[in-house]
T-cell receptor
Framework: GAGVSQSPSNKVTEKGKDVELRCDPI?????LYWYRQSLGQGLEFLIY????????KSGLPSDRFSAERTGGSVSTLTIQRTQQEDSAVYLC????????????FGSGTQLSVL | DAKTTQPTSMDCAEGRAANLPCNHS???????VYWYRQIHSQGPQYIIH???NNETNEMASLIITEDRKSSTLILPHATLRDTAVYYC????????????FGQGTTLQVKP
């Protein structure tokens, strides 16, 4: 597709379960970002990738959160042992290269932890 | 990145120009001013960015003061679809890639 694609669009899980969120960036975009947005709040940076490496993981809230990117394309954000406070919209963005701050965002994954 | 300050909310009549201010008094020489907006239930959308000259594109105009301590985003003819949260971000090209989004300005365009 032409834009950033995220799946699933909605995910409901039980507390303590693991979840995986997927992001397909725009083809050819080397930089990829993950943010999350809790209800009524601003965007919180989580991690960014340049190619397959993650130079900045400073926003990951705990060691339950991890992310990887393979082939310089698809990225997966994994949350282990989910907690209710993990409920949020998880947004992925890509840009043509690092330090090009024209980011293209997907529509996000709404995660609800019961 | 320099801190930015925006009003929490603004109203604008449909068809009129919407002027959204942003203060960034501590901006440094290599920091650009970026504007994004987020329509309800969507991801943020890039609007425009500039360094020191005024910029215009198909979506908006960006006016940056000569001392670069503030800027204004102008939507020349606001429509109901422009109702959104508008984020002003100061970011240096040499800094790590992450953009820090503040609380933004909620613009309500009214009929």
């Amino acid at each position: 597709g032409a834009g950033v694609s995220q799946s699933p669009s909605n995910k409901v899980t039980e507390k303590g379960k693991d979840v995986e969120l997927r992001c397909d960036p725009i083809s050819g975009h080397t930089a990829l970002y993950w943010y999350r947005q809790s209800l009524g709040q601003g965007l919180e940076f989580l991690i960014y990738f340049q190619g397959n490496s993650a130079p900045d993981k400073s926003g990951l809230p705990s060691d339950r959160f991890s992310a990887e990117r393979t082939g310089g394309s698809v990225s997966t954000l994994t949350i282990q042992r989910t907690q209710q406070e993990d409920s949020a919209v998880y947004l992925c963005a890509s840009s043509p290269r690092h330090n090009n701050e024209k980011l293209f965002f997907g529509s996000g994954t709404q995660l609800s932890v019961l | 990145d320099a801190k930015t300050t925006q009003p929490t909310s603004m109203d604008c009549a449909e068809g009129r120009a919407a002027n959204l201010p942003c203060n960034h008094s501590t901006i440094s020489g290599n920091e650009y001013v970026y504007w994004y907006r987020q329509i309800h239930s969507q991801g943020p959308q890039y609007i425009i960015h500039g360094l020191k000259n005024n910029e215009t594109n198909e979506m908006a105009s960006l006016i940056i003061t000569e001392d670069r301590k503030s800027s204004t985003l102008i939507l020349p003819h606001a429509t109901l679809r422009d109702t959104a949260v508008y984020y002003c971000i100061a970011h240096g090209s040499g800094n790590t890639g992450k953009l820090i989004f503040g609380q933004g300005t909620t613009l309500q365009v009214k009929p």
